[in-house]
């Protein structure tokens, strides 16, 4: 029998599974940069970490520090990698030049959900499509909810969208933002509500889930609902923790990472961000979703973005191929 103990102290949450005849050995640090009650944490990891603890068999521990107290979101990365935590997920685009091929995700009116794109992204690592991962062990690539455009003002149309000061992820991101006209500003998603707030900022290109997940939902009312694009989402381990664990440990973290890591996430993301949308529409927000000429208008509008990529990035026709191919089961705007 396992026994799973959930504590909480000074925002940092332990779990731990405890046999009959041993106490967990190793007590893993993981970093997050979701705060303590972000539904990241609540809903997609801390039900994760019973699954790696109850497989481990008692082996293992974990410390979950959040809100970035461990790492701050550009430091996630090589905060794994030197060791400074054990393991951490992070976003592909707050490490530029890292994740060349996992930028295929920022690409607008490609993937529509998370649901379908984190198995995708999940596929293109496991065929050797993604670099950037060198010194780490990767437990799962995923992808983040769909960005949409939230304003602080009030919207009619995509023409709306022309000047605005818009918070991206990414230089792919930042490259659709300019060829709507609006004007790209790079921030973690952490820094987005504080300025807003000051009005440095008048909109964000996010998902309708970072819209409650980070505080921004009481200081946007306007919201274009097209599909802008993603972030690149990975779940990697210090190369020694992994190493210093045994080979059954292993091979039980792998059977909950991966492809069922993905779809956990992808699956989780997907429904919170249908419910932050529902709630938002409910309370009067004005939300503008494109009719099909609208959207022609849009691919025209973007796309010097994607031949752009393609460009530039390794083997890029490629991947934009094959991520098309692996979303083919879902419908694409």
Same mark, same amino acid.
């Given at each position: 029998m396992h026994r799973y103990v959930l504590g909480i102290c000074g925002g940092v949450a332990l779990f731990a599974g405890v046999t009959a005849s041993a106490a967990a050995e190793k007590s893993l640090r993981f970093?997050?940069? !979701?705060?303590?009650?972000?539904?990241?944490?609540?809903? *997609? +990891?801390?039900?994760?970490?019973?699954?790696?603890?109850?497989?481990? #068999?008692?082996?293992?521990s974990v410390e979950l520090l959040s809100a970035g107290s461990a !790492? =701050?979101?550009?430091? %996630?990365?090589?905060?794994?990698?030197?060791? +400074?935590?054990?393991?951490?997920?992070?976003?592909?685009?707050?490490s530029p030049g890292r994740f060349p091929e996992g930028s295929v995700l920022e690409l607008p009116l490609l993937a529509r959900t998370t649901a379908e794109a984190s198995p995708a992204m999940w596929h293109l690592w496991e065929e050797g499509m993604l670099s950037g991962f060198d010194g780490v062990q990767v437990l799962s690539v995923a992808s983040s909810a769909v960005f949409s455009f939230h304003a602080a003002s009030d919207l009619s149309d995509l023409d709306g969208l022309k000047g605005m000061r818009t918070r991206v992820s990414g230089a792919t991101a930042s490259d659709t933002m300019t060829a709507l006209g609006a004007t790209p500003l790079g921030l973690p998603i952490p820094a987005v509500a504080e300025n807003l707030a000051r009005k440095t900022v008048d909109a964000v290109a996010t998902d309708w889930y970072a819209l409650e997940g980070w505080g921004i939902i009481d200081l946007v009312s306007a919201h274009i609902d097209i599909p802008l694009g993603a972030a690149g989402i990975y779940l990697i381990m210090n190369s020694?923790?992994?190493?210093?664990?045994?080979?059954?440990?292993? #091979?039980? *973290? #792998?059977? %909950?990472?991966?492809? !069922?890591?993905?779809? =956990?996430?992808?699956?989780? +993301?997907?429904? =919170?961000?249908?419910?932050? =949308?529902?709630? +938002?529409?409910?309370?009067?927000?004005?939300?503008? %979703?494109p009719d099909d000429a609208e959207i022609g208008r849009l691919r025209e509008m973007l796309a010097s973005v994607e031949a752009s990529w393609i460009e530039s990035t390794p083997n890029g026709q490629a991947v934009i191929d094959r991520f098309r191919e692996l979303l083919a089961g879902g419908a694409q705007p």
């Open positions: 970093a997050s940069i !979701a705060g303590p009650t972000a539904y990241i944490n609540t809903g *997609i +990891l801390e039900p994760w970490f019973e699954d790696i603890v109850k497989a481990c #068999n008692g082996e293992i !790492a =701050r979101p550009e430091d %996630v990365f090589e905060s794994v990698q030197d060791g +400074l935590v054990d393991f951490a997920w992070g976003v592909m685009p707050f020694d923790t992994w190493a210093g664990l045994s080979p059954d440990c292993q #091979n039980g *973290i #792998n059977d %909950v990472s991966g492809l !069922a890591f993905a779809k =956990r996430w992808g699956n989780g +993301l997907t429904a =919170r961000s249908a419910e932050t =949308r529902a709630k +938002l529409e409910a309370r009067g927000d004005t939300i503008i %979703v």
